[in-house]
């Protein structure tokens, strides 16, 4: 039922435990063995673990967590919020130093890490600059470790506020230093719910766990939305073994950013030029989408060896995080698999609007959803709201820049249709203000840049050549497509110069260079910025 609601996650936690009980909450996949955890157990389970914290002495305390994606990790997120200490999620991609950093500025009290982060720890241990308590997710030899046993059975569930604490969630960071975002209760539930409300996310859906776990994104909408909808999550080797865990689990929807939807794209487009099927593919796709004018779905029996190798029940995929074109969604839909393409921010908790079957607009990034207000000022989008965050921690001058009177400033660039689509033009760091006055969305022709194939990363921006402010792009090129090809630079110039004949010269793509390597990103694809 749609009118659910919860205001803080150990509300959520309760519900779904008492709602779900015996069904699998998760579905671990550890050297081709299966382990399913129930919502029963996961609620004991955190239990015993705040029972843990308070035998540590670490209620009411900043308790960071260094890790991949694992039911550890998440049993320690819930433990730390549910009983009042505050959880900060930390990428376990980040250098010791960067991490140290995080660190302190969070001001953690304790990090509580994964086994394979065993050296990372043991640097931290060693720095004069960060002495917190360390504790391994896992039994070992050199720090302490969480123990269930010999532990209090008393209860020890506090009351939470709804407006308290329960997360420090860093920003990635795309354009400079990576900002504390400090997220209550009430942020992550209110956001839960208004997703769950899409309708988008079933009791009988099977999820599979992919995203870095210390995003929000992975947090609230693989996480947290799977277990209020009552879903089961999977959890295998994340991006790595994407289509070795397909296989094994089996799931009817993904939770993804562009750079996964790209991949798994690549490699069905791949799997039919190999097998030879481009025009039997073309001719079918014609087809189903002339039929379904007339209400007769045949997409699943068309495609369905297009879909095996994900799984075979695959029917949803939501994005977010990024820019996605929308060819991408639209072919995901014409193979029978529902494509949804969403807008978040960290600040947001982080859904700020999705498309969903009732409404979908495929260049549109959706409506907003419940909890929230959007408004367009000067370009800029607003969003106000029980998602919204409360500010960046002990950081009250960018806090002041970034919210006004209950408003959040995003820094990304958009408009509202007259039916209240969201639309996103760019970012407004990114906008590059040339010489003559004008000002250019490099996102803009980056996604004209990427209607090329040939073309798998683009970073679009401003140089001088010659004394004059020009337009150029850093391109890195898809070699799976270029091996046919005499010329890259030759297919990509034409490309350019057909994108040109359509703008304005002061936003033409005046020169462009070729990157031998992938270009720079985050731990979540976006590529980063100078």
């Known amino acids: 039922m749609n009118n659910r609601c919860v205001d803080t996650l150990k509300e959520l936690i309760e519900q779904s435990a008492d709602r779900f009980g015996d069904k699998p909450a998760f579905r671990i996949l550890e050297d081709d063995n299966y382990c399913e955890i129930t919502y029963s157990q996961l609620q004991q389970d955190i239990t015993a673990f705040g029972r843990f914290l308070a035998a540590q002495s670490l209620l009411n305390k900043h308790i960071a967590l260094l890790g991949p994606t694992t039911y550890d990790w998440i049993v320690c997120f819930y433990g730390i919020a549910n009983h009042g200490s505050v959880a900060i999620p930390i990428d376990k991609e980040l250098g010791p130093e960067s991490i140290i950093d995080l660190l302190v500025r969070s001001e953690a009290d304790c990090l509580i890490f994964d086994a394979g982060q065993l050296e990372v720890a ?3 241990a060693s720095s004069p600059d960060c002495k917190i308590k360390l504790i391994c997710m896992k039994e070992n030899d050199i720090f302490p470790f969480i123990r269930f046993a010999n532990i209090d059975s008393a209860e020890i569930i506090p009351e939470i506020a709804p407006d308290s604490l329960a997360a420090i969630v860093f920003t990635s960071g795309t354009t400079g230093k990576s900002k504390g975002v400090m997220l209550t209760h009430r942020n992550f539930a209110h956001n839960t719910v208004a997703s769950f409300r899409l ?25 947290h939305l799977a277990l209020f909808a009552g879903a089961t999550i999977c959890i295998g080797q994340g991006i790595k073994g994407i289509m070795r865990d397909m296989q094994h689990f089996k799931p009817t929807l993904l939770i993804i950013v562009p750079m996964i939807a790209k991949g798994i794209l690549k490699t069905m487009l791949r799997a039919i030029e190999k097998a030879g099927k481009g025009r039997k593919v073309e001719r079918a796709l014609k ?7 007339f209400g007769v779905d045949v997409r699943r029996k068309f495609f369905q060896e297009l879909l095996a190798p994900l799984g075979g029940n695959l029917n949803t995929i939501v994005s977010g995080g990024a820019f996605l074109e929308p060819e991408i969604g639209r072919w995901f839909d014409n193979i029978g698999v529902d494509f949804y393409n969403g807008y978040g921010i960290t600040e947001c908790s982080p859904v700020v609007s999705c498309n969903n079957k009732r409404n979908k607009r495929y260049k549109s990034i959706g409506k907003p959803v ?15 709201g029980s998602i919204v965050s409360q500010g960046y921690y002990r950081d009250q001058a960018t806090t002041a820049q970034s919210y006004s009177d209950g408003w959040f400033k995003t820094g990304d660039l958009g408009y509202l249709d007259a039916d209240g689509y969201l639309y996103i033009t760019g ?43 020009i337009l150029a792009a850093k391109i890195h090129p898809d070699m799976d497509v270029a091996q046919d090809m005499d010329s890259i630079a030759d297919v990509i110039e034409m490309h350019i110069a057909k994108i040109n004949r359509s703008l304005p010269k002061y936003k033409q793509i005046q020169d462009f260079s070729l990157q031998q390597y992938e270009l720079s990103k985050t731990s979540t694809g976006k590529i980063k910025r100078d």
């Not at 419940?370 to 106000?384: H, N, P, Q, S, Y």
């Open 370 to 384: 419940d909890f929230c207000r959007i408004k367009i000022v000067a370009g800029e989008i607003l969003v106000k």
């Open 122 to 124: 043991k640097y931290i």
């Open 427 to 469: 970012r407004k760091k990114n906008t590059i203000v040339l010489d003559n006055g004008e000002n250019i969305s490099p996102e803009e022709l980056e996604g004209l840049l990427y209607q090329c194939p040939l073309i798998k990363e683009a970073l679009v921006y401003s140089k001088e050549l010659k004394g004059n402010q």
């Open 199 to 223: 309708n988008i996310m079933q009791e009988d859906t099977v999820t599979l766990a992919l995203l870095p776990i210390h995003h929000a994104f992975q947090l609230t909408c693989c996480i």
């Open 287 to 293: 087809l189903s989408r002339f039929l379904l004018k």
